[in-house]
T-cell receptor, first 115, second 112 residues
Framework: IAGITQAPTSQILAAGRRMTLRCTQD?????MYWYRQDLGLGLRLIHY???????GKGEVPDGYSVSRANTDDFPLTLASAVPSQTSVYFC??????????????FGPGTRLTVL | ELKVEQNPLFLSMQEGKNYTIYCNYS?????LYWYRQDPGKSLESLFV?????AVKQEGRLMASLDTKARLSTLHITAAVHDLSATYFC????????????FGKGTRLHILP
């Protein structure tokens, strides 16, 4: 059982290019999340999905889009990358926002550098 | 708007010493989480605290929650080098539209 996988592990990207970060979970969790982690700023929520077919905006959604076609996959797309999107991106999932715990489980992260 | 503040943000301590990390939050919450992150790694769940007065312990780490004071603490007893990591608290507000908000993290460095 892999839990949550992310791909790629790392990527260097030219500014202006389009990039999709992939996230797949095998825990049948309803909710999925994308965070970015920057030094001194902690983790900031980009987008989330409470269940397949629905998505919502987090704290820092500009420049990013997501889709949730099924339970397992939650890709994050940068339509036209800019250097300020250089960061480490974490995908996470949780059972349900209404469950008692709603404990989040995190993927290994994608280190993205935009030049 | 829910805000989460941790302090200290950086802590260097000797092995064998005790210390406490504090997590304050600004609005009512009924769920608080502590995570550990090793350098270059992902986040690992340590504790989930669900009610006022909740206390959980795992090895040398003990977490507690005071919902009236909007404060959680992570206490380290007789620190060892292996506990060196960054510790994050995260809080979920009571409204069902609320999302989990993370603190900036406390970078803990334990000197051998």
């Amino acid at each position: 059982i892999a839990g949550i996988t992310q791909a790629p592990t790392s990527q260097i990207l030219a500014a202006g290019r389009r990039m999709t970060l992939r996230c797949t979970q095998d825990m049948r969790h309803n909710a999925m999340y994308w965070y970015r982690q920057d030094l001194g700023l902690g983790l900031r929520l980009i987008h989330y999905s409470n269940t397949a077919g629905t998505t919502g905006k987090g704290e820092v959604p500009d420049g990013y889009s997501v889709s949730r076609a099924n339970t397992d996959d939650f890709p994050l797309t940068l339509a036209s990358a800019v250097p300020s999107q250089t960061s480490v991106y974490f995908c996470a999932s949780s059972d349900s926002v209404s469950s008692s715990y709603n404990e989040q489980f995190f993927g290994p992260g994608t280190r993205l550098t935009v030049l | 708007e829910l805000k989460v503040e941790q302090n200290p943000l950086f802590l260097s301590m000797q092995e064998g010493k005790n210390y406490t990390i504090y997590c304050n939050y600004s609005t009512t919450s009924d769920r608080l989480y502590w995570y550990r992150q090793d350098p270059g790694k992902s986040l690992e769940s340590l504790f989930v605290l669900l009610s006022n007065g909740a206390v959980k312990q795992e090895g040398r780490l003990m977490a507690s929650l005071d919902t009236k004071a909007r404060l959680s603490t992570l206490h380290i007893t007789a620190a060892v080098h292996d506990l060196s990591a960054t510790y994050f608290c995260a809080v979920l507000g009571v409204n069902r539209d609320d999302k989990i908000i993370f603190g900036k993290g406390t970078r803990l460095h334990i000197l051998p």
